[in-house]
């Protein structure tokens, strides 16, 4: 056995194309370079073909007059204003419907979902065929259900399905009465914010008192006396200044009231009704994930059914719910692009595709939907992992 | 001789049926049914709604339903009219492709079911070997099948393509062709390398925060813009990459689920034993990982076949568009209840049969953590 092996010698540093840091350094510049080259000549090439067809780039656009009308606006918009206050149009409708369509969304998820648990076969059958038929067709499929098959098909407006004499459903939309502040309703708005400030202030009270002597205060009731009892009084005060207009049918179609146009309550309920099939799922998977000695443990504590129910089943449900219930949110406000092949008046429809059309501005337009869109996800996904951080458990 | 007065020794007593209130339909009724006054009202409600529901849906769609004849005078029953669905079936299936060239679109079908369909069972010996062929082989021939222009066969411009086919197209080449962009989407978010692993993670989180409609309108205005002067490709194609690149982002997130998953020692067994990146990766990680992720995978691609009806947006017949067209069509003005019920119904199978196998998929593999 040879001796002169030295072992204190410290080991051959190796030659640089085969140290770890090196190859990292070189292959990233490698990368980086590759994507830089490639981003340029996509920027050449566009620059190019914008040049050849004379098309000046730029945002200039969005200040030229629009020259079309929109069907449905929650800002004052006429044909004379311009592509920046149709984006804007386009846009609120956008967050319009997205924001009722996750409200409906959540009440039939969570309505389905728990009808799914139910030990009622019937019942749970029912939520179990609903869900598997809504979740496995196309969203897009069920808007045009919606939509041509089912809200084209409804009678003209002087033969209107009516409720009530007050709610109206015809092929121009769903017409119900609107609601006509009269002067004195800022009070009844002024007590529903004193009610709700007070309502924090109380439990937060309350909450003190718990922890300092043990003793519960009926938080729910008392808010709900107080949500409910301030704002009535200042009604009574006032004398319910507040007037309803009714839709009446003069001439072919009907004056007056709040409509719904067909596009926008087809989207709706096909948004609705598709993500709501998806919450039930994930409020289903929260319930369950529950595990029966969680509840057997309260009940051995001695808690009532209710209140197992509000501190220790949902607080753990609701860990595992969240999560997916904002990416399911984030699927709805995406998914209301589809508006377009209705030609309800969002995002998409007016900005991608009628100012797309009308300007020509492809990059500027497209890019910006996307970063619209984008904004939207990157918020919604930050709150998510705020969220994901507060109620991460913490484990030993 | 009456029981009740018999005596018996301690221990010889005959074992008598549980009470009839116990066992039987009565008694599962009441287990199920009518457990207490709220149960019986929901089981009554909801019997009440099925009987209002049920049968005119059973009336319109089987009794009352028009199936001979082939044009819209032949439905006169006021029941569904299957009619229009018989005499379109094959548009709906092929879109505009040449009839004397349809058998291509069959036989490229045929193949591909006849080889998927073995792989999905896990004791299919030469499993891995009809992977491949599906993954690499599969899709020449099927290009020149369904594209023609070699071998004798004539050229079908994609424009002519349409229908199921064209769904199943645009579905299969998205999920197949974003599958190894997604692999290296994964690792790439995963290495150590920061610049790398940033631009990943824009790639990623850029495709995913936008909704596809956008990305297949960039596709259809941006991409002929990005192209040097004079090179021109076709709608479906700018369609296929648009879709490519969007799942990939998906593929990815659920490639790096996978990823996540396996167990540090692993990757430091596999260290330890002197093995490079590459090899780690693919002799070891990947294995593992794309296994376990099948069922995520799978669930992409009902995402996926799902979504392939927005491509109608952009002025493509697939199978919900040339429905819609149809139906719109005047000699069959009308019956579009019809029409969608069909696709509905074809989208239905397909979907709930693959998130079937993905969840029996959930189960095999879900071993060693079941109580």
Not at chain 1, 38 to 65: H, K, W
Not at chain 2, 116 to 136: D, S
Not at chain 2, 348 to 356: G, N, P, Q
Request: hydrophobic content about 55%.
């Amino acid at each position: 056995m040879s001796t002169n092996h030295d072992i204190s010698t410290a080991p051959a540093k190796p030659p640089i194309w085969n140290d770890p840091v090196y190859r990292g350094i070189f292959f990233q510049v490698l990368v980086l370079g590759a994507v830089v080259l490639f981003g340029l000549y996509i920027f050449n090439n566009t620059a190019e073909n914008l040049e050849r067809q004379g098309i000046a780039s730029g945002f200039g656009f969005m200040n030229t007059t629009a020259g079309f009308g929109i069907i449905t606006h929650l800002v004052e918009y006429t044909e004379e204003s311009s592509y920046g206050r149709a984006f804007l149009v386009g846009l609120l409708n956008t967050l319009l419907v997205s924001a009722v369509g996750v409200v409906l969304a959540t009440l039939i998820g969570l309505l389905v979902g728990i009808a799914r648990l139910s030990k009622n076969l019937l019942v749970s059958g029912i939520a179990t065929v609903y869900i598997e038929v809504i979740r496995n067709i196309p969203l897009l499929l069920q808007i045009f259900f919606w939509y041509f098959a089912v809200l084209r098909s409804v009678p003209a407006p002087k033969n209107s399905i009516a409720l009530l004499d007050t709610f109206f459903l015809n092929n121009r939309g769903l017409y119900s009465p609107a609601p006509m502040p009269q002067p004195g309703f800022m009070w009844i708005v002024i007590a529903l914010i004193v009610a709700i400030v007070g309502i924090i202030i109380m439990r937060n009270w309350a909450h003190k008192r718990q922890e300092r002597t043990g003793q519960p205060f009926h938080t729910f009731y008392v808010s709900l006396a107080i949500l409910i009892g301030l704002p009535a009084l200042a009604a009574i005060i006032t004398g319910l200044p507040l007037a309803w207009e009714y839709p009446v049918l003069k001439g072919f179609n009907f004056q007056g009231g709040l409509v719904m146009i067909p596009e926008f309550v087809a989207l709706l309920l096909a948004l609705s009704i598709y993500t709501g099939a998806f919450i039930a799922e994930i409020v289903r998977a929260g319930i369950l994930s529950v595990s029966h000695g969680q509840t057997e443990a309260a009940s051995a504590l001695g808690l009532r059914n209710n209140i197992t129910l509000r501190l220790v089943v949902l607080p753990q449900a609701l860990r595992v719910i969240i999560p997916p219930l904002t990416s399911q949110y984030l699927n709805l406000v995406k998914n209301s692009s589809l508006a377009a092949a209705i030609a309800y008046p969002e995002l998409v429809s007016i900005f991608a595709g009628t100012v797309l059309n009308q300007t020509g501005q492809a990059v500027e337009v497209i890019l910006i939907t996307m970063g619209v869109y984008l904004t939207i996800s990157l918020t919604i996904s930050l709150f998510m992992n705020w969220y994901n951080k507060k109620m991460a458990l913490v484990e030993r | 001789m009456n029981p009740a007065n018999q005596t018996y020794e301690p221990g010889t007593h005959p074992d008598l049926p549980p009470p009839s209130s116990a066992v039987g339909a009565i008694a599962w009724m009441r287990q199920h049914l009518f457990s207490g006054p709220w149960n019986t009202i929901l089981t009554l409600l909801a019997a009440y709604l099925l009987i209002l529901v049920i049968p005119p849906i059973i009336r319109w769609v089987f009794v009352d339903a028009n199936l001979s004849g082939d044009t819209r005078e032949a439905c006169t029953s006021g029941g569904a009219c299957w009619v229009f669905i018989k005499v379109r079936f094959a548009q709906f299936m092929y879109g505009f492709y040449p009839i004397e060239e349809r058998w291509r679109v069959d036989l490229t079908f045929i193949v591909f079911f006849a080889v998927l369909i073995p792989m999905m069972f896990e004791r299919m010996p030469g499993r891995k070997w009809l992977t491949v062929f599906l993954l690499f082989i599969f899709p020449i021939i099927a290009f020149f099948l369904l594209y023609g222009g070699s071998f004798g066969l004539a050229v079908v411009e994609t424009p002519k393509w349409g229908g199921l086919m064209l769904t199943l197209v645009i579905a299969v080449i998205g999920i197949v062709a974003s599958l190894p962009i997604g692999v290296v989407l994964a690792l790439g978010r995963r290495s150590n390398m920061p610049i790398v692993r940033t631009i990943c993670v824009i790639f990623i989180e850029f495709w995913r925060g936008v909704p596809l409609i956008t990305v297949l309108f960039m596709a259809s205005v941006m991409f002929p813009l990005f192209m040097p002067e004079g090179a021109n490709f076709d709608k479906l194609l700018r369609a296929l990459i648009g879709v490519m690149l969007f799942s990939a982002a998906y593929m990815a997130e659920v490639i790096r689920g996978g990823l996540q998953a396996i167990p540090k020692g692993q990757y430091e067994a596999a260290e330890a034993m002197g093995l490079g990146y590459w090899r780690v990766m693919g002799l070891v990680i990947l294995p593992q990982a794309l296994k376990m992720v099948i069922p995520g995978i799978v669930n992409t691609f009902i995402g996926l076949f799902k979504d392939t009806t927005l491509v109608l947006i952009i002025g493509l017949f697939d199978f919900l568009g040339i429905v819609q067209a149809a139906a719109t069509d005047p000699k069959w003005l009308g019956y579009s209840v019809e029409g969608y019920v069909f696709c509905a119904f074809v989208y239905w199978v397909f979907c709930f049969s693959m998130s079937r196998y993905s969840m029996y998929l959930e189960r095999k593999l879900d071993t060693g953590h079941a109580r």
